[in-house]
């Protein structure tokens, strides 16, 4: 059974930073590209960051030299090093799991993360 759990989302003030982190188990990690992805109320979910296997990474264009994502493969956890949070970052952020080879997706619950003014 897959499971992408992630932690460390909350309230935050504007300025301020958080580092979520996303710990995957039931999937060979290193073998799956991950990402975070972000929803807002009354929006759709979008794409906030993504690194590959071989740690290639990409960003949106709102998040780029403010949001860092890595991650570690030998403790199967992607992280999302948020900096200089904004209002407008506050949403559900969820992390994901695709597999190039077999095109399988899976996705996390979410976490909540709020920047207060």
């Known amino acids: 059974q897959v499971q992408l759990v992630e932690a460390g989302g909350g309230l935050v003030q504007a300025g301020g930073l958080r580092r979520p982190s996303c710990a995957g188990s039931?999937?060979?990690?290193?073998?799956?590209?991950m990402g975070w992805s972000c929803q807002a109320p009354g929006k759709q979910r979008e794409l906030v960051a993504s690194i590959t296997i071989d740690t290639t990474t990409n960003y949106a264009e709102s998040v780029k030299g403010r949001f860092t994502i890595s991650r570690d493969n030998a403790k199967n956890t992607v992280y999302l090093q948020m900096n200089s949070l904004k209002p407008e970052d506050t949403a559900v952020y969820y992390c994901?799991?695709?597999?190039?080879?077999?095109?399988?997706?899976?996705w996390g619950q979410g976490t909540q993360v709020t920047v207060s003014s």
């Open positions: 039931g999937i060979i990690f290193s073998l799956n590209t």
């Open positions: 994901n799991a695709w597999n190039p080879y077999t095109k399988n997706t899976y």
